[in-house]
Nanobody
Framework: QVQLVESGGGLVQAGGSLRLACAASGRTFSSYDMGWFRQAPGKEREFVAAIRWSGTGTYYADSVRGRFTISRDNAKNTVYLQMNSLKPEDTAVYYC???????????????WGQGTQVTVSI
């Protein structure tokens, strides 16, 4: 079992940056791959980025590759999402997720945070 709490969202102008954090409870955090997803109004939740349990492998959606960076600190039970060069289309509620890897792809388990709102203005 793992519980997740996101923070760091807010309002930022286009071209700006934000850093999201997801704090996890439980002693098994380091055994999970971790991911970030987002959901914009009227749209389905979509994958943003993921990182292997060891921190040695990362995955990104094409829409954020080169602008977002996922990282983790297993000593602090925390995963981060550094978001640079933000665009209005990045506006969404961002969710943290615990999951795993299969055949080179991230899969999500049913462990989700409550989400944090990111709004990017023109």
């Amino acid at each position: 079992q793992v519980q997740l709490v996101e923070s760091g969202g807010g309002l930022v102008q286009a071209g700006g940056s934000l850093r999201l954090a997801c704090a996890a409870s439980g002693r098994t955090f380091s055994s999970y791959d971790m991911g970030w997803f987002r959901q914009a109004p009227g749209k389905e939740r979509e994958f943003v980025a993921a990182i292997r349990w060891s921190g040695t492998g990362t995955y990104y959606a094409d829409s954020v590759r080169g602008r977002f960076t996922i990282s983790r600190d297993n000593a602090k039970n925390t995963v981060y999402l550094q978001m640079n060069s933000l665009k209005p289309e990045d506006t969404a509620v961002y969710y943290c997720n615990a999951g795993g890897e299969r055949s080179g792809s991230y899969y999500s388990l049913d462990y989700w945070g409550q989400g944090t709102q990111v709004t990017v203005s023109i």
